[in-house]
Structure formats: structure tokens, C-alpha cells
């Protein structure tokens, strides 16, 4: 499976921004996709994740209320809507796919597949 991450970009504080992930192969092995952020000088940070089959989501508690996740399986897509971006956002955001179910999806290296990445900037 290859992922592609976009949507990124610059946006005022307060802005959305719509990033979009898409799987290049069938997902049908794919248990979850989740969004992961890194900030220059600081440690992979997840984000969201949510499972292809029932479509449960999941965020950390920075983004909840804010972001949200979402799937469209016809175009093996995910999609992270994010709303009141704050300059603490400004990070690359990694897509990844995991095969295995787990109870948690918050950890980077359960992952078995990862995008390239896209910026995203929060500035005025």
C-alpha cells in the first residue's frame, strides 16, 4: 500500500485547512489509517486514526473538537478537516496505514505504511 498525503499549506491562525490521504493499492488489509504530525526539533505526535470497516475515529486530546477524520472507501481516502489552526499545529503531517487491529492507534510504530508527508503552517 503507498500513501499519499496532501493538502497542505500556509493559513492564518483561526483558518482550516482539508488534508487528504489516498491509499494507491486495494485497502481491503488495512485495519486503520491515522494522521501522525512532526514539528521541527520534537518527536512524532499522533493525531487521529480511524478504522476502514466501522469508520470508529479517534483524536488526541490537542485536536479533538477541532479536527476531524474521516473516510470515503470508494476512493480509499482519508481526510483530516482541520479547524482553528493555531501556530502550534505547524508541523509535517504523516499518513499511515496499519494491518494489525489493535485496541490502540496512537502509536507510530504499529504503523506498516506512512505518506510522504505535507506541510502545514500557521502563521500571520
Known amino acids: 500500500v503507498q500513501l499519499q498525503a496532501s493538502g497542505g499549506g500556509l493559513v492564518q491562525p483561526g483558518g482550516s485547512l482539508r488534508l487528504s490521504c489516498v491509499a494507491s493499492?486495494?485497502?481491503?488489509?488495512?485495519?486503520?489509517t491515522g494522521w501522525f504530525r512532526q514539528a521541527p526539533g520534537k518527536e512524532r505526535e499522533f493525531v487521529a486514526a480511524?478504522?476502514?470497516?466501522?469508520?470508529?475515529?479517534y483524536a488526541s486530546d490537542s485536536t479533538k473538537g477541532r479536527f476531524t477524520i474521516s473516510r470515503d472507501n470508494a476512493k480509499a481516502t482519508v481526510y483530516l478537516q482541520m479547524n482553528s489552526l493555531k501556530p502550534e499545529d505547524t508541523a509535517v503531517y504523516f499518513c499511515?496505514?496499519?494491518?494489525?487491529?489493535?485496541?490502540?492507534?496512537?502509536?507510530?510504530?504499529?504503523?506498516?505504511?506512512w505518506g510522504q508527508g505535507t506541510l502545514v503552517t500557521v502563521s500571520s
Open positions: 480511524i478504522t476502514w470497516s466501522a469508520g470508529n475515529t
Open positions: 499511515a496505514a496499519k494491518r494489525a487491529k489493535t485496541l490502540r492507534l496512537d502509536v507510530a510504530r504499529m504503523y506498516d505504511y
Open positions: 493499492a486495494r485497502t481491503y488489509n488495512v485495519y486503520a
